[in-house]
Structures are given as C-alpha cells and as structure tokens.
C-alpha cells in the first residue's frame, strides 16, 4: 500500500471510529506512521479531520433528536454537559463516553462550530500523544 492509499485508509478509519460505529483509528495511525514516519505532519491533520468530522456527524444525529424528556439519571449527566459547555468535547476521544457527549451536545443544540473546534483540539491532542510515543 502506498502512503497516499494508507492516509486514505487513515481518514476513513478516523472518520468511523467517531461515529457511533466501532474502530481504532489510533490502531490505524499507529501502522501509518510505522511504515510511513515521514508522514507524520500529513497523517495528524488528516487523523484529526477525520475523527472531528465523525465526531460531528454524531452531534448532528443528536441535533436531529427530538427535544422529549429523558430519565432522571440520564438528565443528571446531559445537565453536567450544558453547565460545562463545549469545552467538555474536549474528551470527545474518550472511548464509550465521548460518542455519547457528541449525541447529547447535539441534542442539547450547543454551538457547531464550537463543538467541532474542541473536538478537533481534544482528538488532535491524543493522535499527537500517539505520534510521538511511537517515535
């Protein structure tokens, strides 16, 4: 496989892992950057557009919830996510739980366009942390 097919390949992984599909993109970077280390600054942004983007297709499939009320032990957790804002997407790469702060954030209407900013910096953050562990 080439680099070019390997980059796609990694921007498809990252993509699906953030939606509420299964997947390990950090896997796919991982063999990326193993068979193609000078890859590094052109697998990063590509493994953060990727998992931003599926993180962002969640939060539109929360937006398109219907507002209707939910469990008390479940309001308990989406009331923590509006006091705390966008900036809880931070741990939007945390596996189990950042699929659903994706879903409620949409679902609770919070900003796009801030959503996506700190998603991109949290799911950056950890590709970076795995880039440079590798090497």
Not at 77 to 82: A, D, G, N, S
């Amino acid at each position: 496989m080439t680099d070019t097919a390997s980059l796609i390949s990694l921007f498809i992984s990252s993509f699906l892992a953030a939606t509420l599909l299964p997947g390990g993109s950090e896997a796919a970077l991982f063999a990326v950057l193993k068979a193609y280390p000078e890859t590094l600054w052109v697998a990063l942004p590509i493994a953060t557009i990727g998992n931003t983007l599926g993180g962002m297709v969640t939060f539109g499939m929360g937006w398109l919830l219907p507002q209707t009320h939910i469990q008390t032990q479940q309001l308990k957790h989406v009331e923590k996510l509006r006091i705390h804002g966008t900036p809880a997407l931070l741990l939007a790469w945390v596996p189990l739980i950042g699929d659903a702060l994706c879903l409620a954030a949409g679902w609770l209407r919070l900003n796009w366009w801030k959503a996506a900013l700190f998603m991109a910096l949290g799911k950056f953050a950890r590709y970076w942390v795995i880039a440079f562990a590798i090497a």
